[in-house]
Structures are given as structure tokens and as C-alpha cells.
């Protein structure tokens, strides 16, 4: 994993899509150690679960089974826990003069020499400002800008008759940004930053999503000064945040480069040693390679690997994506889709053009599926119809509504798409339409998409905003099929498949298996000593 460290990594395919992936390619067995849900049909499972594989961790959740793993590692003196402080040492002072004035004044002596000691402002001039008029020019001197600001800024005769000079490092604005998140629960309040019962209705923060750039620094000084808050009894909530979330980073588009050795032959990148290469790289375009499987190889000479990386966007590299463009040929939508259809919003994912106008493909088909895009007007289309939804258009939307609603509760934009365009593909070439549907999807796309929506909400007949509407509800009892589709088996090899009632018996799905016309010339001459029923989910039968 070339963003990570070292690049070597933990490979656990069974929780990870890319050791998913990676363990397929090279035919390496893949142990599940957390269990799925029963609905989940994917491969790999990122998410909670109990623990399975794992011998005496099984059935604990992953809290647990790290903990007994301490312990056990703990009492047979092969490790033990330890806490690791990432916070260091803060330089706090800076050299300009926008920043924050530190509200601290240093004693002079009888010829106006620091004497080492200093004093805080009195808390009635609080808090220290920056001085107005302050006309900045550098002065070539290693002393901070506000060094040059007036003198009726810069000294102070204190009570006692010392001489006095302001500090002139300025604080590098974390006093304001450390906090923020406080005085925004109660901005008008001049007697504290924050009061105890705005604070009760307010605090912790529920949700913070900052940048990968915010993840160590800003995140970390903002709950050290929110717990020093906290232990000097000014805040009731010992933590600031509930969650915390630090979506990656959008890198330019991938480049795709190519190698020749001295005498003009491709030589595959993998073979390429950067250091002592004395050969041509060749800068090559999305129609020079197709992809193969984790690879980019040439078209034209498909044993021949390129190198596809994707660089942090920066003007100095030509890469730098302009979203005033991409709104300008795409659309704001096409362009607010796509950043969430990139991939999980905690990855670091490289920009795309062709994954724009994929997405922009993607909404001028809901578009269709709705409007009549050959009327002269914006009209509806012709197949929508206050029809009634047959059982399997019911249980697509439902199934739907659950699916995104749950996947943006889980911040997993991406796969919420993925529903909507699922969704698009079952119903788009319907005819009729259903009407009452259509409603409901408009709803579900319009976070992603909300100027599109805002028009087809209005096109099937609503007058008001679907700012408005409540949000689709999930009726279960639409999800259950009344079908279902069981695999067959032959001495454990699959031959068929069947469907049957979701509630037959274990003789009628028996029956219905024999009875299959592929399965029946498996069994042929055959004698089954033993038939395994599953219901609902497999039959099995030994011949010998």
C-alpha cells in the first residue's frame, strides 16, 4: 500500500477490500475472523461483529477480543498494553503580527532591559488586541513585526511603577480555532465563552468531519485545550467531540507513465529501478493502457506494466482541478456526486475525469427515467403512471430506502449511490412507472444530488420544496420475498438451482430440487444415500 508507511502491510482480506482483492488475484485462502450480518452480501466486511477463526476470541466483539488479546499477551510475558501520548511539545509563538497577542507583559529595568520576569494582563483589559493603525513594513531585523508597532502599544507603566513591554510574538491563531466550536453554541454571551446551560444543550460536538490535514494537529491541540478547560472547571463535558471524522485527501488525476530502456524497448515498470534507470519514461494517456486487475499494462503490448500514481494536487505539479470547470461542463450535481461516489470518505482517492461524466451519465438516466427528454418543454414522461407497483418494484424501493438511509448514517456516501443506481437500472426502462416510486427516489437522491432533484420533485407534481418532505420510511414487511432461489448440490459440487416458496417445507424443496431438470441428470443411475435441506439456503444431495 503505497500511502501507508513503509508500504508493507497486515494483509486481513476477510475485513479489507483491497487484501480481498489481492488474496483473488493470487488464489490465497481468505479466513473470516469477524462475522457479517446475515444480510450483508458482499466479500470483504470492514464493520463490528463477533469474532469467528479465532479460537478463544470467538463470540467476543473486537473491543473485547483486543482487550483479552492484551491480557493474554499481558500474562504469558510476551507483551502488554501501553499508552503512547502523541502530543509533544507545542511551539505556540509565532513571528507575525495577524495572530492573537499573547496577554503578557515583560518587566524592564532602569535602562529599559528585560529582566527575565514577566506578568499576565490584568483580566479587565482583556482581551489584548492587536494595535489599529498599524502600518507594516519589514524592518530586515530577526524581531517580530510588532516590534515596530507605536509605543502607547508597545509599554505600560505598571501600578507599582515598573516599566512594562508587551509581547510581540503573537500566538499562531490556534487560540481562536481550539475552541471555536464552544463559542459557536453561544456567540453573544460577554460574560463567559460559553454558559453552563447552553453548553448542557450543545456539547460534545456530535459529528466533526475535518480534512486528513486536521487529523494530528488541530484535532488533537483542540481536545488538549478543551480538557484543560475541563480540569480547571470552566466546561461541564470532559470531551469535545462524540465523533470524529477525517475524510482523505483528493489527489490530481493518475499519471500514467511508461519505460524504455536505452535501445527503445517497453520494459515493465516493476523492473525499473529509479535510481540507476538510464533510460526514456514516457508520459502516456488513458487510451495507451487498459487496466488489468490491480495493473495498468500497455494495450498494444499487454505483458508490459506501467506506472499509474496520483500526486497531491499542486500548482507547481499541472494537476490542480479547477471545480469552477468541471460546474461549468458538468453541472454542480455531476460534480457533488462524484466527490461522494469517489470512494469511503476517510480514503485518499485520486481524481478522475471519466468518473465525472460516469456519474453525469448516471443523472442524465434518472433524468429520462422521469422527464421526457424528446418533449420541446420539460414534460413528464409518458411512462410514468399513477400505476400500482407490483410486489417486486415494492420491495426495490424499500430495500433502497433502507440501504441509503443507512449508509449515510454510516458517512458511506459511496455505496448510498451505488443503492440509487441500482435503483436507475431496475425501474429506468419500466413501463409504466410507477408515480409512487418515483417520489420517494427523488427524496432519497436529492442530498446527493439536490439541484436535479429539486426539478423532477416539481415535474411529478409538488408545488413546495422537497426541503419540506419528510425522509422516505422503510417498511419492512415489504422486504420479505415470497421467493427465494436455492442452490443445488451433488456431492457438494453445485448443478442447479431452484426456486421455491420462502416458506416450503424441507420435502417440498427436496422435491423441487429432484425434480429440477439439470439436477435430474446428476442423479441418474444414481443411488442418494443422504439428502441435506437447508431452508432457504442450500440442498445437498450424496450419490453414490
Not at 322 to 337: C, F, K, T
Amino acid at each position: 500500500l503505497i500511502s501507508y508507511g513503509t508500504g508493507a502491510i497486515m494483509a486481513v482480506p476477510g475485513q479489507d477490500e483491497r487484501d480481498w482483492e489481492f488474496a483473488e488475484v493470487f488464489d490465497l485462502p481468505i479466513v473470516r475472523t469477524v462475522q457479517p450480518p446475515e444480510e450483508f452480501d458482499g466479500k470483504a466486511y470492514p464493520g463490528d461483529g463477533p469474532a469467528i477463526n479465532s479460537e478463544f476470541l470467538d463470540g467476543l466483539d473486537i473491543d473485547a477480543a483486543k482487550q483479552r488479546i492484551i491480557e493474554h499477551l499481558s500474562t504469558t510475558g510476551q507483551g502488554d498494553s501501553a499508552l503512547n501520548y502523541k502530543l509533544r511539545d507545542w511551539l505556540f509563538s509565532r513571528q507575525h503580527f495577524w495572530g492573537e497577542p499573547f496577554p503578557v507583559w515583560h518587566e524592564l529595568d532602569e535602562e529599559g532591559n528585560l529582566t527575565g520576569l514577566m506578568r499576565a494582563e490584568s483580566e479587565e483589559n482583556l482581551p489584548a488586541k492587536l494595535p489599529e493603525n498599524f502600518e507594516f513594513k519589514p524592518h530586515g531585523r530577526p524581531d517580530p513585526p510588532l516590534e515596530e508597532a507605536p509605543d502607547e502599544w508597545l509599554y505600560r507603566t505598571g501600578e507599582d511603577g515598573t516599566r512594562l513591554k508587551r509581547e510581540t510574538n503573537s500566538m499562531p491563531q490556534w487560540a481562536g480555532s481550539c475552541w471555536y466550536y464552544l463559542r459557536f453554541a453561544d456567540p453573544k454571551n460577554n460574560d463567559r465563552f460559553i454558559d453552563a446551560e447552553a453548553e448542557a444543550n450543545w456539547l460534545p460536538v456530535d459529528l466533526y468531519i475535518g480534512g486528513a490535514e486536521h487529523a494530528v494537529l488541530h484535532l488533537l491541540y483542540s481536545r488538549f485545550w478543551h480538557k484543560v478547560l475541563f480540569d480547571r472547571g470552566h466546561l461541564q463535558t470532559p470531551e469535545p467531540f462524540t465523533r470524529l471524522v477525517n475524510q482523505g485527501m483528493i489527489l490530481g488525476e493518475a499519471e500514467l507513465t511508461g519505460f524504455r530502456d536505452e535501445s527503445g524497448e517497453w520494459v515493465s515498470s516493476r523492473d525499473v529501478d529509479s535510481e540507476t534507470f538510464s533510460g526514456e519514461k514516457v508520459s502516456l494517456t488513458a487510451d495507451d493502457v487498459q487496466k488489468r486487475g490491480e495493473e495498468f499494462v500497455l494495450t498494444e503490448h499487454p505483458e508490459i506494466v506501467i506506472d499509474s500514481r496520483a500526486y497531491k494536487m499542486s500548482k507547481s505539479r499541472g494537476n490542480v482541478i479547477n471545480p469552477d470547470d468541471i460546474v461549468a461542463e458538468y453541472g454542480a450535481d455531476s460534480l457533488r456526486l462524484y466527490e461522494m461516489f469517489m470512494g469511503p470518505l476517510e480514503a485518499t482517492k485520486p481524481w478522475s475525469m471519466s468518473g465525472v461524466e460516469g456519474v453525469s451519465r448516471f443523472l442524465g438516466r434518472v433524468w429520462r427515467m422521469i422527464a421526457d427528454d424528446r418533449a420541446d418543454d420539460v414534460t413528464l414522461n409518458q411512462a410514468i403512471a399513477d400505476a400500482e407497483p407490483d410486489e417486486d418494484q415494492q420491495r426495490m424501493l424499500h430495500r433502497t430506502i433502507k440501504a441509503v438511509t443507512e449508509d449515510i448514517e454510516k458517512l458511506s456516501f459511496n455505496t448510498a449511490i451505488s443503492r440509487l443506481m441500482e435503483f436507475t437500472n431496475a425501474l429506468g426502462q419500466a413501463d409504466p412507472r410507477p408515480r409512487s416510486l418515483m417520489g420517494p427516489f427523488v427524496l432519497l437522491l436529492s442530498p446527493f444530488a439536490p439541484h436535479l432533484a429539486e426539478e423532477l420533485w416539481n415535474l411529478l407534481g409538488h408545488d413546495e420544496s422537497l426541503a419540506y418532505e419528510p425522509w422516505p420510511e422503510c417498511d419492512e414487511s415489504l422486504l420479505v420475498t415470497s421467493t427465494v432461489e436455492i442452490p443445488v448440490q451433488v456431492n457438494g459440487k453445485l448443478r442447479g438451482k431452484v426456486v421455491v416458496a420462502a416458506d416450503a417445507e424441507q420435502e417440498a424443496i427436496q422435491e423441487a430440487a429432484a425434480a429440477d431438470e439439470t439436477v435430474a441428470r446428476f442423479l441418474e443411475e444414481k443411488t442418494v444415500v443422504k439428502t441435506v435441506v437447508v431452508p432457504g439456503r442450500l440442498v445437498n444431495f450424496v450419490v453414490k
